[in-house]
């Protein structure tokens, strides 16, 4: 069996290990986003003719897919009160909505970028729309890792394992919401 | 590495309860989840690279110093190796040697043992963070021998240079040297995270925040700091290949885009990375110092607060590296102000250092040798740097070798200097076993010494207007000249011996680790945790459940009073 250390079972500050973790890979993860954004800000201020590239975006599939990424954050939010009940099958089922709401969010994703190729706005056609695919990519990558991680945390939970891995990953699930609204504005709306 | 013989009694010990079982050889060596035995991977990981790092720069040298020669055991350097062999010194020197022997090794040895943890909170975490850091590692050695050679746009791989292929005319080896950074960088996120929250969360019983040695503390900030800055260039580099690669113009001027912008996105994490490796070296010397001094670090809390200082203050400097790259020269004062009020905290530490060893027993064993000429190099370092840091001066020095010289006289101490007092200071508790003292000695003299004949020189060459990357000076009329020339060979030689030197290290290190005179649990008679533990590789857990130590008391207490021994360890009721 595999050695499982005391220090893991410790608490110092009183805030449990893994819940710490995850604000400090949270941290880690603003100034990333930070970077794409305020260069992407710096850029839009020195260039007021990108408001013109930018109405070229979908705002309809960016809006359905604001409010699919909220809804998965609720459903992450209720995992987390039936873990905290202790109710490991329903907070798994929960966390099975939300990884749901994660693939809705790529599907949309993946038609409006289609949709936007096949029209010409390539990531190489001009400044606004290489920061409109990177920024959104390195977000999608996010996406699609949080499903991944959610998948493992949800097959735990309905096992009855790890419960309080259920929060953990919801407040990444938050965060990664929280990114993308952000991004939807600065991306979709201003001009 | 092999275990003394006492080392099977100590494990015998160390063996407890359901915690215990025997690990297999792959779980020992090869795959193992065990804090120490991870940090001896980062550190012999760290300490190849530097062989091949040091190579580089022996084959540069002798380029520039005996311009166009066959350089022996590398042959005529080329323009274009020569690029490359200057970029791959640089970057592989900071991100895989400083970073992985200060940051992970020291980190990954010391602060379980030290705040009196099993291990980290995340060991297999810790792991990974190893082995990604390893594909990295072979990802830049795989750089070198792809068509078109290594990377050879510098460290610091400014666009547009980095960012086209027909410019740089390395095509596959910039793409996959940025892909081996961001990996890294992967690696030490994970790595960082693991540190800062073992060190938050899994400290011994009675263990306060100010019981915590000063070098848990500096590794701990150094791992925030690098969390806090890395990210934009993560970002950048992301772009950056996608310039290299997808033909985006996020750095290209011509087609809207802004070479400027890679140069803030590397440099907010660059000047900060600076002070990532600066802290846990300069917080290995804090440990050292009062050992051999026999007395308490004066003004611990002082130490901490400017540590932390240091890491604030350190985000708001970057722009210093871009004085000459057309920034508004109202923003040229503001960083001015800021890189000069820098030199205040670390000057404060120097002084308590200094104060450390007022009317302490002095005792020049090796690890204090090498904490005192650290102190004593990275000073020159520090001093020069405010020449380099007023926009005013630094407008004539940029891009000369007096920049070069600076920062070796910085990153050599940090990297170099801290990374031997480190091993010379706990080798006894990473391998059961004393060094040499004899070799010891002369190894540090050897260094130091050289070293320095490398670098005063290239004061003067950089101040004589001898720009960075020039391949040979012969070419241009007012650097050939031979009091110039003359000064490029005595560094160019002052390395080869201080290379030379190495072999004695080397030499000393592995004979020391199988034949080494045994050390009992406490040879330097300290008063931190990590030497209440059996002297030869403890088991996986460090302690047993029973001795799992608790803290009493702060870390530095020698001399203390009203004691038979001259010291009080921090477990010690």
């Known amino acids: ?191 | 590495m092999s275990h003394p013989e006492h080392a099977h009694a100590d494990h015998g010990h160390a063996a407890h309860g359901d915690h215990h079982h025997e690990m297999s050889f792959s779980e020992k060596y090869l795959f193992p989840t065990d804090h120490k035995y991870i940090a001896k991977q980062y550190m012999l990981t760290g300490m190849i690279m530097a062989v091949a790092a040091g190579f580089f720069a022996y084959a540069f040298r002798m380029q520039l110093a005996f311009p166009g020669m066959s350089v022996p055991f590398f042959g005529v350097v080329s323009p274009t190796e020569y690029n490359s062999l200057v970029t791959q010194h640089g970057s592989i020197m900071v991100f895989w040697v400083a970073m992985p022997v200060l940051i992970a090794a020291f980190g990954n040895f010391l602060i379980p043992l030290m705040i009196g943890a099993d291990d980290m909170v995340f060991p297999r975490l810790n792991r990974l963070s190893y082995q990604l850091f390893l594909l990295s590692a072979i990802l830049v050695v795989v750089g070198w021998f792809v068509p078109g050679g290594g990377f050879g746009g510098a460290w610091t791989s400014y666009p547009p240079l980095s960012a086209k292929a027909e410019y740089s005319l390395t095509p596959a080896g910039s793409s996959i040297w940025l892909a081996a950074v961001a990996v890294e960088f992967a690696a030490f996120l994970l790595g960082g995270i693991n540190f800062v929250v073992t060190a938050m969360n899994a400290r011994a019983p009675g263990m306060k925040w100010h019981d915590v040695p000063i070098v848990v503390w500096f590794i701990c900030i150094a791992s925030i700091l690098f969390m806090a800055s890395v990210g934009p260039l993560i970002a950048g580099a992301i772009m950056l290949l996608f310039d290299q690669q997808l033909g985006t113009h996020f750095f290209d001027p011509v087609a809207g885009g802004d070479p400027i912008l890679w140069q803030h996105l590397f440099w907010f994490f660059g000047h900060p990375e600076v002070y990532v490796v600066l802290l846990p070296a300069i917080g290995i010397c804090a440990e050292i110092i009062p050992v051999f001094a026999r007395k308490k670090l004066f003004g611990y809390r002082a130490i901490l607060y400017t540590g932390i200082a240091t890491g604030v203050l350190s985000f708001f400097v970057w722009a210093h590296h871009q004085f000459v790259a057309g920034i508004d020269p109202r923003m040229a004062n503001v960083f001015t102000i800021t890189t000069v009020l820098i030199s205040i905290p670390i000057a404060e530490m120097v002084f308590l250092y200094i104060a450390t060893l007022y009317g302490g027993s002095i005792k020049f064993s090796v690890p204090m040798l090498w904490a005192l000429s650290f102190i004593f190099c990275f000073l020159i370092g520090g001093v020069t740097g405010i020449f380099l840091g007023a926009s005013g001066a630094d407008i004539y020095l940029h891009d000369t070798y007096f920049v070069v010289a600076h920062f070796h006289y910085t990153f050599y101490p940090i990297a170099i200097i801290g990374t031997f007092a480190g091993v010379t200071h706990w080798f006894p508790k990473l391998f059961g076993r004393y060094m040499d003292e004899k070799l010891g000695q002369i190894h540090f003299w050897g260094t130091v010494l050289s070293f320095n004949l490398i670098f005063i020189p290239l004061f003067f060459t950089g101040l004589a207007g001898d720009h960075r990357r020039i391949y040979n000076y012969n070419n241009f009329a007012e650097l050939g000249t031979p009091d110039l020339q003359w000064l490029r060979i005595l560094a160019t030689v002052a390395l080869v011996i201080m290379l030379i030197f190495q072999v004695l290290f080397v030499y000393n290190f592995i004979n020391s680790i199988f034949k080494g005179k045994l050390a009992p649990t406490n040879p330097w008679k300290a008063t931190t945790l990590e030497w209440t533990t059996p002297s030869a590789q403890p088991g996986h857990g460090n302690w047993t459940p029973e001795t799992m130590p608790s803290v009493y008391r702060g870390p530095y207490e020698y001399s203390a009073p009203g004691r038979d021994d001259d010291f009080h360890p921090q477990n010690v009721p």
């Open chain 1, 1 to 191: 069996m595999a050695f499982r250390p005391i220090a893991t079972t410790r608490s110092a500050t009183g805030m449990p290990t893994g819940r710490l973790a995850i604000w400090w890979l949270i941290v880690s993860e603003i100034v990333i986003f930070g970077g794409v954004l305020a260069s992407y800000i710096m850029h839009r201020i020195g260039h007021p003719e990108w408001a013109y590239q930018a109405e070229h975006t979908n705002l309809v599939a960016g809006s359905v897919n604001t409010i699919v990424l909220l809804t998965s954050s609720l459903l992450a939010v209720l995992a987390h009160n039936a873990a905290e009940m202790g109710d490991g099958k329903k907070a798994a089922k929960l966390f099975v909505g939300t990884i749901l709401g994660g693939l809705v969010f790529l599907v949309i994703k993946s038609f409006e970028w289609g949709n936007e190729i096949a029209h010409g706005y390539t990531i190489t056609s001009s400044g606004f729309w290489a920061f409109y695919y990177t920024a959104a990519g390195i977000h999608g990558t996010h996406v699609l890792v949080g499903m991944i991680v959610m998948g493992f945390v949800a097959y735990d939970a309905w096992h009855g394992r790890e419960l309080q891995r259920i929060e953990f990953a919801g407040i990444y699930w938050h965060f990664v919401d929280v990114v993308w609204i952000f991004l939807f504005p600065l991306l979709y709306i201003a001009s």
